[in-house]
């Protein structure tokens, strides 16, 4: 008699952050909303746990589908005409057409012209207490065969969303007293956060996802000492705070990130994400081999160049590689590099799938 699903894919997962070998490699993937519409069409299928199964992922991440309730004094979004909404950190999004669908965009930096500490401060920032988490395990219940993963968490990445990214940048070489402050309201923010779900969730959520992305496609967007001066700092607040419920920490960086990963496995990160080979230094070889025992590796399927362009053979292909690679001893999870946008195909979505469950096996 096979094992029932409630075993195999939660310990699927966390067997691979521990560094061993399940039954077969785990999976996952992330998609945007037009994507996740397309695939339910296309697949027919009507839930998003139908959606998963149906690609044979073993972890399902809360956002949207269990969220504690939003009971803050400001709207959690609301329009500002053209098409703009703005959420209650008041950074601004407006769907975009591109050359193959839509994407949701960020657009208008309202922190952009500040100029000191003095005009963060007249702002009203949002605090963990405008969250209800008083119902939020029992929504937690149908999802315990899945690996669950909480996402959401940033100590960089959303400041730009205020801010700019080249303003913020700016801000860490110039004005340090700004970047400092901006990155910590948004830390403490998270800090709080989450341990109110985690504490609420009584060991129902496994992993904790942050993404800060801090490289471009050949390089990082600053010196591995501002990382240690702005980042690391915080970031490790969050492991230690992930750590001290019991739930894993998964952190997510595109880019030619190789120079901090010393750093991020210093701290504590269990799972590093998304493995992008296209980006300088981070080819799957190399990843493997330096880091492989001591990280689970997530990612790797190329979502730039792949995915989107190539056939489904091309995709199976690549999957294998990837698999006798990444995969070798255990330690990884198979997923995109990317979340998935309307460029990729859901051919080549279902053939990523296939080959990761022909080829994945262990044994």
């Known amino acids: 008699m096979s094992a029932p699903r409630s075993y195999r894919s939660k310990e699927r997962v966390l067997t691979a952050v521990h560094l061993a070998q399940p039954d077969r490699v785990p999976m996952d993937f992330h998609a945007n909303p037009w994507v996740l519409e397309r695939l339910h069409r296309d697949l027919g299928t009507w839930t998003h746990r139908e959606l998963l199964e149906r690609l044979r992922s073993d972890i399902v991440d809360l956002r ?14 609301r329009p500002l005409g053209d098409g703009v909404r703005e959420n209650f950190w008041g950074w601004r999004q407006k769907v975009m057409q591109s050359a193959t669908g839509p994407e949701d965009c960020f ?37 315990q065969d899945f690996a669950v993963m ?40 998270y800090l709080g956060f989450f341990d109110r779900m985690f504490t609420a969730a009584r060991g129902k959520i496994d992993i904790l996802r942050t993404a800060d992305d801090l490289g471009t496609q050949r390089g990082l967007f600053f010196s591995p ?25 998964l952190f997510h960086s595109c880019g ?46 190329c979502t730039q160049y792949l995915l989107p362009r190539g056939t489904s053979a091309e995709v199976r292909d690549e999957v294998r590689r990837r698999l006798q690679i990444l995969g070798a001893g255990g330690g990884y999870i198979l997923a995109p590099c990317h979340v998935l946008q309307t460029d990729v195909p859901t051919e080549n979505i279902q053939a990523m799938s296939d080959a990761g469950f022909e080829f994945g096996r262990y044994g």
């Open 64 to 77: 949207a589908v269990v969220d504690p309730r939003y009971c803050g004094p400001v709207p959690a979004s």
């Open 107 to 143: 657009v208008e930096f309202v922190l952009a012209g500040a100029t000191s500490v003095d005009d963060y401060q007249r702002r009203r920032w949002p605090d963990p207490d405008w969250f209800d988490f008083s119902k939020f395990a029992a929504g937690l219940d149908e999802w």
């Open 150 to 189: 909480a996402s959401g968490a940033s100590v960089f990445q959303h400041p730009t969303f205020l801010r700019g990214i080249d303003h913020l940048l700016v801000d860490m070489a110039v004005q340090p007293e700004m970047a400092h402050w901006l990155i910590d309201r948004f830390t403490d923010f």
């Open 225 to 249: 000492d501002m990382f240690r001066t702005f980042i690391k700092p915080r970031l490790k607040k969050l492991v230690d705070m992930a750590h001290s419920h019991g739930v894993k920490f």
């Open 256 to 301: 030619a990130i190789r120079p901090l990963i010393e750093d991020l496995i210093e701290i504590g990160v269990d799972i590093l994400d998304p493995l992008q080979a296209a980006a300088v230094g981070m080819e799957p070889e190399i990843l493997k081999g330096a880091y492989g025992d001591r990280l689970c590796l997530h990612g790797g399927i």
